[in-house]
Nanobody, 113 residues
Framework: VQLQASGGGLVQAGGSLRLSCAAS????????MGWFRQAPGKEREFVAA??????TYAESVRGRFTISRDDRKNTLELQMNSLRPEDTAVYYC?????????WGQGTQVTVSS
């Protein structure tokens, strides 16, 4: 499974961005998908995840971010609203298939104050 993330950029605080992740290859059987982020000097952290029926969010983004997936198109998206400077990070998409984890290459999100 290959994951290609896109949609990052520079935005002012309070603004919005929409991240996309396209999955290709042997995508049949993908279970959970999600987004993680890593800020400079910090460890990678969980942002949001989606199974075929439920969504989960980190407390820091709940109510501001919305995760969605389209299994027919093999895409994962993250709508980010009310962005804050502390949301600045490289965002990575993730897909789980059985016991295997797949990662995209990351897309930079920078929120200016």
């Amino acid at each position: 499974v290959q994951l290609q993330a896109s949609g990052g950029g520079l935005v002012q605080a309070g603004g919005s961005l929409r991240l996309s992740c396209a999955a290709s290859g042997r995508t049949f059987g993908i279970d959970n998908m999600g987004w993680f982020r890593q800020a400079p000097g910090k460890e990678r952290e969980f942002v949001a995840a989606i199974s075929h029926s439920t969504t989960t969010y980190a407390e820091s983004v709940r109510g501001r971010f919305t995760i969605s997936r389209d299994d027919r198109k093999n895409t994962l998206e993250l709508q980010m609203n009310s962005l804050r400077p502390e949301d600045t990070a490289v965002y990575y998409c993730n897909a789980q298939k059985g016991r295997l984890n797949y990662w995209g290459q990351g897309t930079q999100v920078t929120v200016s104050s």
